[in-house]
């Protein structure tokens, strides 16, 4: 009961996290912006995730999961009450940014309740599942949310989204608790946050979990730049699909999940040394996608978007070999600090994505408003900027990997599984 709690907090916290990306075109109509405008809306939610998380981390360490929870899931309640009534783009910001806080509250409060519960092989499933099945918040804000929008209106769909998370507030103050019982007398807890910042500088010198900062960076973001916020403008205006079909590749992203998640989780949990291998698979599997949609001369065939965006949406469940590195790194009293960091990676490479991606388009097209500056060409050059910054991860992710593999071979560690 306590993991379904937690699994629908971070369900819901992913539906709030996405629910800007089905209303983009909304958005860009109702506030009269121009693409760089617009990836500033979802750039400031993502800058103040990411700057959030070594906080949180500190605070979960010494306070626990079940109270960040909580108040993440209050914070986003306040947040996507803001952007209901938001007047203009500025108040929208701050909404959005609401949500970005109460937001990163969540994941690693998940990941933390899940390794309270469970230890070794099976926390390392159990964590990859209770992600995967959070995953369905983006099917939910790709339909359900959006059904919502198109019939009831921008102010009615974001107030029931905000009405969701005060209930998901109750449930988890009533319903979770942050270890088994059986562990509570076992269990490690920070005397302060001033050891709990001790610690996060330790594990920021341990490469290892640079290593999972960096694995973290170069899988996560092209995934979430899609679903969060380019997915409908590509498709829709770019390609000119229906916003069905739109809808229908967000909802196929997430249940691919559901295929690749359980088998990234079994490698993970079984033959952990693949895991570096399973990282520059699936880095070279997105890239490749990528360059096919670049590439494609015209508008691209239906079926090829459907490939290439199952292929793109592997990133997500990919994402969690960082967390596993880390459980494996440090123990569970600095997991939150480590988490925290490592999460930083995946949403620092996803807001600079986004933003060089509208940068690019509006220096194509001009600063306008017009949502007709969403071309196929615009997007090519947009979406050709996220290759540096995939580039960039994955030299860091080797040099990190071979740094900390050096290190536990000079200690007498095995490295193998690394």
Not at 8 to 27: C, H
Not at 130 to 138: I, Y
Not at 240 to 259: R, Y
Request: hydrophobic letters at 55%; charged letters at 10%; glycine letters at 8%.
């Amino acid at each position: 009961m306590v993991l379904a709690v937690a699994g629908i907090a971070y369900f819901l916290a992913v539906t709030q996290r996405s629910s800007l990306g089905v209303a983009t075109l909304i958005a860009s109509e109702r506030f009269n912006t121009n693409a760089q405008q617009l990836a500033t809306l979802a750039v400031f939610q993502l800058v103040v995730y990411a700057a959030m998380q070594i906080p949180v981390g500190i605070l979960l360490d010494r306070y626990g999961a079940k109270s960040l929870l909580a108040v993440g899931a209050f914070i986003m309640a306040a947040g996507q009450f803001t952007v209901a009534f938001a007047p203009n783009l500025t108040t929208a910001v701050v909404g959005r940014m609401l949500v970005g806080m109460g937001d990163s509250f969540t994941f690693i409060s998940m990941i933390r309740m899940v390794n309270g519960w469970y230890q070794g092989a099976k926390a390392s499933r159990v964590q990859q599942y209770v992600s995967t099945v959070g995953q369905l918040g983006q099917f939910f804000s790709a339909v359900p949310f959006w059904f919502m929008l198109e019939n009831l209106g921008w102010t009615a769909g974001f107030s029931i989204m905000s009405a969701c998370s005060l209930l998901v507030t109750i449930l988890v103050i009533a319903f979770t608790s942050n270890e088994a019982q059986s562990q509570d007398k076992d269990s490690q807890t920070t005397e302060s946050i001033k050891v709990a910042i001790s610690q996060l500088f330790e594990n920021m010198r341990n490469p290892g979990i640079r290593m999972s900062f960096w694995t973290h960076y170069m899988t996560q973001p092209t995934t979430t730049s899609v679903s969060l916020l380019w997915a409908v403008p590509f498709l829709v205006t770019a390609e000119g699909q229906s916003h069905d079909f739109a809808a229908f590749i967000l909802t196929a992203m997430v249940l691919f999940g559901f295929l690749t998640g359980p088998i990234i989780a079994a490698i993970c949990s079984r033959s952990p040394h693949l895991r570096a291998r399973l990282v520059y698979s699936v880095v070279a599997l997105t890239t490749l996608a990528w360059v096919v949609l670049l590439t494609m001369p015209g508008k691209a065939p239906a079926w090829i978007l459907v490939i290439c965006f199952l292929a793109i949406s592997i990133g997500g469940p990919a994402s969690m070999v960082a967390f596993d590195y880390s459980k494996d790194i440090v123990p569970r009293a600095r997991l939150g600090t480590a988490n925290g960091f490592a999460n930083v990676g995946g949403f620092l490479a996803t807001f600079v994505m986004m933003y060089l991606t509208g940068l690019v388009i509006d220096v194509v097209h001009g600063a306008s408003g017009s949502i007709d500056r969403y071309t196929i060409e615009a997007f090519r050059w947009g979406f050709s900027a996220q290759l540096l910054v995939v580039f960039v991860g994955v030299v860091f992710f080797t040099l990190e990997r071979l740094k900390f593999r050096k290190k536990l071979a000079e200690t007498g560690n095995t490295a193998d599984i690394f």
